[in-house]
């Protein structure tokens, strides 16, 4: 059974940094691409990051290119967000999702629940 | 980037109904489409790909058409579980990018 458990969310003041993992299980984690998607509150669902297999290819939203940075240990079947000069509209529940292959054009087939970050002074 | 609109933005509808819901892409997208449910509080949860394809382990009461810039996602048959926010999201180019979302309330 595939599972994405998130974790590293919390209470940022803007220009603070956060991290977040992934957990993985019940799949070859280095075979597949990874993404993070975010829901922020009332809104709908953007894809910020992508990350190749490999890790050796990787894809930014406009909204976050610069300041964030997506990586991955296959080793330890985790992926990653790294969050820097956090803003007030980054405020969103960040789902780790695995896609259905290893490019950027396949459908997304498995989501965890996500992790909540709150950008606020 | 590709703008993706859901029609209706909600609707309300009684077990046993059939339900439809549309998605149109700003471009055309051949085939690239992905349509999922999500519940309050749960993990968005994948339904169909490349338009008409259903993900393992969902019921064929879902079915998916179209292609090019207009999509249908069909319920044959509402059930209680079926009462949820669904949402239609294109890979053919990125960023990737999803329409609105179409909550299905119960009547």
């Known amino acids: 059974e595939v599972q994405l458990l998130e974790s590293g969310g919390g209470l940022v003041q803007p220009g603070g940094s956060l991290r977040l993992s992934c957990a993985a299980s019940g799949f070859t984690f280095s075979s597949y691409a990874m993404s993070w998607v975010r829901q922020a509150p009332g809104?709908?669902?953007?894809?910020?990051?992508?990350i190749?297999?490999?890790?050796?290819?990787?894809?930014?939203?406009?909204?976050?290119?610069g300041r964030f940075t997506i990586s991955r240990d296959n080793?330890?079947?985790t992926l990653y967000l790294q969050m820097n000069s956090l803003r007030a509209e980054d405020t969103a529940l960040y789902h780790c999702a695995k896609k259905q292959g290893s490019g950027w054009y396949v459908p997304f087939d498995y989501w965890g629940q996500g992790t909540l970050v709150t950008v606020s002074s | 980037d590709?703008?993706?609109?859901?029609?209706?933005s909600s609707l309300s509808a009684s077990v046993g109904d059939?339900?439809?819901?549309?998605?149109?892409?700003?471009?055309?997208?051949?085939?690239?489409?992905?349509?999922?449910q999500q519940k309050p509080g749960k993990a968005p949860k994948s339904l169909i790909y490349a338009a008409s394809s259903l993900q393992s382990g969902i019921p064929s009461k879902f079915s998916g058409s179209g292609s090019g810039t207009d999509f249908t996602l069909t319920i044959s048959s509402l059930q209680p579980e079926d009462f949820a926010t669904y949402y239609c999201q294109q890979y053919n180019s990125l960023p990737p990018t999803f329409g609105q979302g179409t909550k299905v309330e119960i009547k």
């Open chain 2, 18 to 36: 059939k339900v439809t819901i549309t998605c149109r892409a700003s471009q055309g997208i051949s085939n690239y489409l992905a349509w999922f």
């Open chain 1, 75 to 77: 080793s330890k079947n």
């Open chain 1, 43 to 50: 809104k709908g669902l953007e894809c910020v990051s992508s």
């Open chain 1, 52 to 65: 190749s297999g490999s890790g050796g290819s990787t894809y930014y939203a406009d909204s976050v290119r």
């Open chain 2, 2 to 8: 590709i703008q993706m609109t859901q029609s209706p």
